[in-house]
Antibody, heavy 126, light 107 residues
Framework: QITLKESGPTLVKPTQTLTLTCTFS??????????VGWIRQPPGKALEWLAL???????RYSPSLKNRLTITKDTSKNQVVLSVTNLDPVDTATYYC??????????????????WGQGTLVTVSS | DIQMTQSPSSVSASVGDRITITCRAS??????LGWYQQKPGKAPNLLIF???SLQSGVPSRFSGSGSGTDFTLTISSLQPEDFGTYFC?????????FGQGTTLEIK
């Protein structure tokens, strides 16, 4: 059974750095064809993909966050960590981590998110 | 970025109805399209991937079709538990993008 759970602060001040941890079980990020992604959702709005890390340790980021994101994995702890720097109130959202089964070929990797954590609401406010 | 546009934004239907939600990509995404259902206060749930492949455990009343830029999600016989918001996602190229959502209300 695959489960994921996000943890981290619920209230962060503007300009600070947010660090979120995704702790998972039921799979290993050393297995071929596996990824973990972060997706956020501002209140009442649509989903926004942020970052993805693969079993190979390859990483992909959303360009719209302009180098504010860092994603890392600790396979011994079954954790993936996302850092977001220079927070602004517009970053207020529920942040989800999600397991991805990765399809890949000579052209690249293709991911859908088939298991999700419960999400954690992060409010950015002074 | 590839823009994903869903229509309608909301729909109200009765139990037993057949409903269709459309998702249009701003450029060709081949068959790299998924659909998610989200209920209030809950995480999204993957229903369909690669246009028409049903995720394990998803009822067969859900189906998907399309290719290139135009895709549809169909619920053949609406059930009370199908309320919620539906999102499409393109997995063809980075950054991955989602549609703005279609809210389904059961009359």
């Amino acid at each position: 059974q695959i489960t994921l759970k996000e943890s981290g602060p619920t209230l962060v001040k503007p300009t600070q750095t947010l660090t979120l941890t995704c702790t998972f079980s039921g799979f290993s990020l050393t297995n071929s064809g596996v990824g973990v992604g972060w997706i956020r959702q501002p209140p009442g709005k649509a989903l926004e993909w942020l970052a993805l890390i693969y079993w190979t340790d390859n990483k992909r980021y959303s360009p719209s966050l302009k180098n504010r994101l860092t994603i890392t994995k600790d396979t011994s702890k079954n954790q993936v960590v996302l850092s977001v720097t220079n927070l602004d109130p517009v970053d207020t959202a529920t942040y989800y981590c999600a397991h991805s089964t990765v399809f890949y070929d000579s052209s690249g990797y293709y991911s859908y998110f088939n298991y999700w954590g419960q999400g954690t609401l992060v409010t950015v406010s002074s | 970025d590839i823009q994903m546009t869903q229509s309608p934004s909301s729909v109200s239907a009765s139990v037993g109805d057949r409903i269709t939600i459309t998702c249009r990509a701003s450029q060709d995404i081949s068959s790299w399209l998924g659909w998610y259902q989200q209920k209030p206060g809950k995480a999204p749930n993957l229903l369909i991937f690669a246009v028409s492949s049903l995720q394990s455990g998803v009822p067969s009343r859900f189906s998907g079709s399309g290719s290139g830029t135009d895709f549809t999600l169909t619920i053949s016989s609406l059930q009370p538990e199908d309320f919620g918001t539906y999102f499409c996602q393109q997995a063809n190229s980075f950054p991955y993008t989602f549609g703005q959502g279609t809210t389904l209300e059961i009359k």
